[in-house]
């Protein structure tokens, strides 16, 4: 097993390193709200579709793609001020009325993606991966808004993929999944006293 494991690292693409880098440090200045995190993700993202795709994990490839989309949202609105104010965009919790969309999200997205992707199609894990991405898909919305929450679907996802990621194996995503896990905590502990 440890033979396999500096063999993958001493294989790994170049587009695979550079996923690392760029979405750790994506991470990383999230967490201090810096808007340089908006392009990191948009480049570490753009490498997974090309990587995911390898791994016939197709869900994760499609969250890749959106994700862009939505850090691009993301980018536009930590960029703007809040109706004109100096103030930049504050953490917050998400609505308590919100939470049951997610819920409903959570659920519906986890059993169609998970169906569509285990019809016919080579997929691993189909409804992990399902449910992996629909956790993705709802931190990312959070972060783009501020929302503390963000962390704990980061947590779950990332927990989630490490795990397919260990099966698979794919050592450089097992190495970069977990410290996505331990800067997820790192973030969910910094923003808590920023809360106004």
């Known amino acids: 097993m440890l033979d396999q ?4 690292l001493a294989e790994t693409s170049p587009v695979e390193w550079l996923a690392m880098v760029v979405g750790i440090s994506g991470v990383w200045l999230s967490i201090k709200e810096k808007i340089a ?3 990191c ?4 993202y753009s ?5 995911s795709y390898d791994y016939g994990l197709h869900a994760f490839m499609g969250m890749n793609i959106a994700f862009i989309a939505i850090s691009l949202y993301g980018f536009w609105k930590w960029a703007r001020n809040k109706e004109g104010a100096e103030d930049r965009l504050p ?3 998400t609505k308590k009325a919100h939470c049951p969309l997610v819920g409903l999200f959570l659920l519906l997205g986890t059993l169609g993606i998970g169906w569509w992707l285990g019809s016919g199609r080579e997929a ?3 409804y992990l991966d399902a449910f992996a991405t629909c956790c993705g898909f709802v ?4 972060l783009s808004r501020k929302h503390i929450e ?6 779950l996802s990332d927990l989630v993929y490490l795990g397919i990621f260990i099966q698979g194996p794919s050592w450089p995503s097992v190495i970069l999944f977990s410290v996505f896990i331990i800067l997820a905590v790192k973030g969910w502990k910094e923003w808590k006293p920023l809360i106004p």
Do not use: D, E, R, S
């Open 5 to 8: 494991f500096f063999n993958q």
């Open 37 to 39: 995190a908006w392009p």
């Open 41 to 44: 993700f948009i480049t570490c």
């Open 47 to 51: 490498c997974y579709v090309y990587i």
């Open 91 to 93: 953490i917050t919790h």
């Open 124 to 126: 691993n894990l189909p």
């Open 139 to 142: 931190a990312q919305w959070m």
């Open 150 to 155: 963000t962390w704990f679907f980061w947590i």
